[in-house]
């Protein structure tokens, strides 16, 4: 592999595999709301809060719980909780240390300070925009594109040094993906020197069985990942698919515990290593074994989500859900092969599935789309596919996943749209 394919593998991961706690939109709002309130000479004085955001936002934290506010939800809670207790230098863990004081004064300051939300005033898929009136001065943050890249703070109107989050991989533009492949996502996989990037899988493994461990334990959300346990029989398929949804039943109810992402995703960091996590254990993998296999499928899952964005009408889980099918695929010995024809089967069965934003059913989304990736696995491994021709199939695995790319960032415009005026109400 040519050193700067590799290298760019390795910054791609630095950049995704990050660390948050919460839903990674409404936590972004907060971190806006924390930098705005950063610059003021008197953050005690607060007294307007506007919020300008684009619609895949609203989507994402309408229904959502944030955690350290008692079970509220909402872009209101999420950006006056940035405002009044969140690190600034904390990126997407700005929250996490709440205090049960700080906690009243969000509830006290949702009741004095008003907030204003708007849709924001351009096209962006991903924009965050806070502006704060307090006495005698004002601030503006802007968050663009993904969770933690600002691209403008303003004190009384003049422009201040964007300030470095705790997650400096994702300050500045990200490295470029188009040059992914699979071939090359598995060729890096089988050969990096897993020392360069253990720290950021180890720490993946550990945060995300932490919180699917929670979402078993008790009764978070709708209790998918339980109910699926109790349902079916518990072969390892069933287990894997469990283990995911029950850590989005946790973390979309408003879970304490941080969460490795993917793709700007907590659902997504956890559909792709979950199920992977614990397929390893029952076949009795090394530990190198499960870190390379979750490496192939959180590869895989970015490249995916590459050509759709970070935020679309395509519901991320179903990119993730191949990813970990893909991951087990190489546990069992699966080649190129075996793994290109997994992810084009896998494609070919759940393109269709929307995201109608972040909220407990995701668990049940998360459930269907690793469901549906092991499918096109097994069929595979049967000797069954799908061609060139069936719907959006086409002959090669680069030109499937672009397809998909097409479909759900062009395609799925106008339904994005729709999906948002229904949850609104228009």
């Excluded at 906690?103 to 006290?108: A, C, D, P």
């Excluded at 403008?152 to 490295?175: F, I, K, M, Y």
């Excluded at 989005?248 to 792709?272: F, H, K, W, Y």
Aim: proline content about 2%; aromatic content about 4%.
């Amino acid at each position: 592999m040519k050193k700067e394919t590799y290298a760019m593998y390795g910054d791609i991961l630095r950049e995704e595999l990050l660390l948050a706690m919460g839903c990674t939109e409404p936590v972004a709002v907060a971190y806006a709301g924390a930098i705005a309130r950063s610059v003021l000479d008197k953050p005690q004085s607060i007294r307007k809060c506007e919020l300008y955001v684009s619609g895949n936002i609203i989507k994402n934290v309408k229904s959502v719980i944030v955690p350290n506010t008692d079970g509220m939800k909402g872009l209101e809670t999420a950006v006056i909780l940035g405002v009044i207790a969140g690190d600034e230098t904390a990126g997407l863990q700005v929250i996490s240390n709440v205090t049960a004081l700080q906690r009243e004064k969000t509830k006290q300051a949702l009741r004095s300070c008003p907030v204003e939300v708007h849709t924001a005033p351009n096209d962006k898929v991903f924009y965050i925009e806070v502006r704060l009136t307090a006495d005698g001065e004002t601030s503006c943050t802007v968050i663009e594109d993904f969770h933690t890249h600002i691209t403008r703070v303003e004190h009384n109107g003049v422009q201040q040094p964007l300030p470095h989050c705790g997650d400096s991989a994702q300050e500045a533009a990200e490295t470029d993906r188009s040059q992914m492949t699979v071939e090359g996502i598995l060729e890096y996989a089988e050969t990096v020197d897993l020392e360069e990037v253990r720290f950021l899988l180890e720490r993946q493994i550990q945060c995300n069985t932490a919180i699917s461990e929670e979402g078993l334990k008790n009764s978070w959300g709708a209790q998918v990942g339980r109910t699926i346990l109790k349902a079916e029989n518990a072969d390892v398929y069933t287990r894997a698919i469990a283990t995911a949804a029950a850590g989005s039943d946790a973390r979309m109810s408003g879970c304490e515990l941080p969460v490795g992402i993917v793709s700007g995703s907590g659902n997504q960091g956890m559909t792709a290593s979950l199920p992977v996590i614990v397929y390893a254990k029952e076949i009795g993998a090394t530990q190198e074994k499960l870190l390379r296999a979750v490496l192939i499928s959180d590869l895989i899952t970015i490249h995916q989500k590459t050509g759709i964005g970070r935020l679309s009408a395509f519901c991320g889980a179903t990119s993730a859900g191949i990813g970990a099918a893909c991951g087990i695929a190489w546990l069992d010995g699966g080649d190129y092969e075996v793994i290109a024809h997994t992810i084009v089967n896998g494609l070919a069965i759940l393109s269709g599935m929307v995201c109608d934003g972040a909220k407990p059913s995701c668990a049940a989304k998360i459930a269907t789309a690793v469901r549906n990736g092991l499918l096109g696995y097994q069929m595979y491994r049967q000797g069954c596919q799908f061609y060139g021709g069936d719907g959006i199939v086409t002959k090669g695995v680069e030109n499937t996943i672009a397809n998909v790319g097409r479909l759900a960032n062009r395609g799925m415009r106008s339904t994005d749209c729709e999906i948002l005026n229904i949850m609104i109400g228009n």
